[in-house]
């Protein structure tokens, strides 16, 4: 006779001797355990583990798809969320698009190719920006470009390399 074999297989009598950590298992996405305790995710309640109709009845009863709703319309919006620019193309003259085209692509070069943005100042790299590169003289100091134009590009690489990903993923 093999004691350890009857305990693996599943029971009529399961709910008899069902555990938080077994009802969680049971729908995990509405519950968690916590120690020897079962709650309800979206409610943060402790629930009756013994009975699976005290459960389902939870589900069932309008305080849990108040909360249960508001729970995913939070989760929504953060999905939605989407950077506010501080530079934002509205309401800007040509003139003002263009520097702001140049500047960020520059920045984008510069960190990239890891260098650094002082560089930025070398008079030889800012005789070439001045000279040779259209637009280039609207290019900025350093602490501009840094207090400025780089926290939009990072903003802007980062949704870029999320969309990436979310392509990949799809
Ligand atoms: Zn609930």
Request: charged share 30%; hydrophobic share 30%.
């Amino acid at each position: 006779i093999c004691s350890f074999g009857r305990r693996e297989r599943p029971s009529h009598h399961a709910s008899k001797t069902a555990t938080p950590a077994s009802r969680a298992r049971e729908f995990p996405e509405k519950l968690h355990a916590d120690g020897d305790k079962l709650f309800c995710t979206s409610c943060n309640v402790v629930l009756n583990h013994d009975r699976r109709s005290v459960i389902v009845d939870h589900f069932a009863s309008k305080k849990h798809k108040l909360k249960e709703e508001a729970a995913q319309e939070d989760g929504g919006n953060k999905c939605q969320k989407t950077i506010t620019s501080t530079l934002s193309l509205k309401n800007k003259t040509q003139a003002e698009k263009e520097r702001m085209e140049i500047c960020k692509a520059w920045v984008k070069t510069l960190a990239g190719a890891n260098i650094p943005l002082s560089k930025n100042e070398h008079p030889l790299v800012r005789e070439f920006l001045d000279s040779r590169v259209q637009n280039g003289g609207a290019i900025p100091g350093r602490t501009q470009l840094t207090e400025t134009y780089l926290p939009e590009v990072y903003l802007e690489e980062k949704e870029n390399l999320k969309l990436m990903l979310k392509r990949q993923e799809n």
